[in-house]
């Protein structure tokens, strides 16, 4: 079963705004990760949160961990067309295995 | 981008014919994953290796197998291919530090259809 699940399923917004995703898990974590996919291509590894950070920014993104709402969000700031495509949240399975559960994601439209 | 590179990209099938899909990473990563990725059901592990020899399953393995003979190479094979395979096959690749604190890597994907 899924561990994490995003919402909402897809968001459409114009270039310049900013766009929220948000994920949530079910059993206890020591890190979240966030993915982006772009049409017709693999998963790109965006940003890594551990469980003792509130919050993580690189570049135009801003990830916010809650481990008590066992819950996160991803935060694009002033979205560009190039921002289009899907975002996963992602999960460790317990053990060293570096197994990740995969949410079914959020597709983003970025309107020029 | 990371060196992952899956083949075929592309291939069409027949229900009853074996199907072997090669990913090859030039990353020295001690762990490799596949995946398929199905609309409505997201990402989901089929098997994965933690090293040369060394596989385990995911959650929808049923169906395939896999072979780990080099750190390089990860082979998923369909021994019979059923329509129900039809689906877009991901590998990934991590370097297996302790606590699962390591991002994963992915090939662009197999699209297979299973006629």
């Known amino acids: 079963s899924q561990q994490g699940e995003e919402d909402p399923q897809a968001l459409s917004i114009q270039e310049g705004e900013n766009a929220t995703m948000n994920c949530s898990y079910k059993t206890s974590i020591n890190n979240l990760q966030w993915y982006r996919q772009n049409s017709g291509r693999g998963l790109v590894h965006l940003i890594l949160i551990r469980s003792n950070e509130r919050e993580k920014h690189s570049g135009r993104l801003r990830v916010t961990l809650d481990t008590s709402k066992k819950s996160s969000s991803l935060l694009i700031t002033a979205s560009r067309a190039a921002d289009t495509a899907s975002y996963f949240c992602?999960?460790?399975?317990?053990?060293?295995?570096?197994?990740?559960?995969f949410g079914q994601g959020t597709t983003l439209q970025v309107k020029p | 981008d990371a060196g992952i590179t899956q083949s075929p990209r592309h291939k069409v099938t027949e229900t009853g014919t074996p199907v072997t899909l090669r990913c090859h990473q030039t990353e020295n990563h001690r762990y490799m994953y596949w995946y398929r990725q199905d609309p409505g059901h997201g990402l989901r592990l089929i098997h994965y290796?933690?090293?040369?020899?060394?596989?385990d399953k995911g959650e929808v393995s049923d169906g395939y197998s896999v072979s780990r003979s080099k750190t390089e190479d990860f082979l998923l094979t369909l021994e019979s291919a059923t329509s129900s395979q039809t689906s877009v096959y991901f590998c990934?690749?991590?370097?297996?530090?302790?606590?699962?604190?390591?991002?994963?890597?992915f090939g662009d994907g197999t699209r297979l259809s299973i006629l």
């Open positions: 290796s933690y090293g040369v020899k060394d596989t």
């Open positions: 992602a999960t460790p399975v317990s053990g060293n295995t570096g197994k990740l559960i």
């Open positions: 990934a690749i991590s370097e297996g530090r302790i606590n699962s604190r390591q991002p994963q890597h």
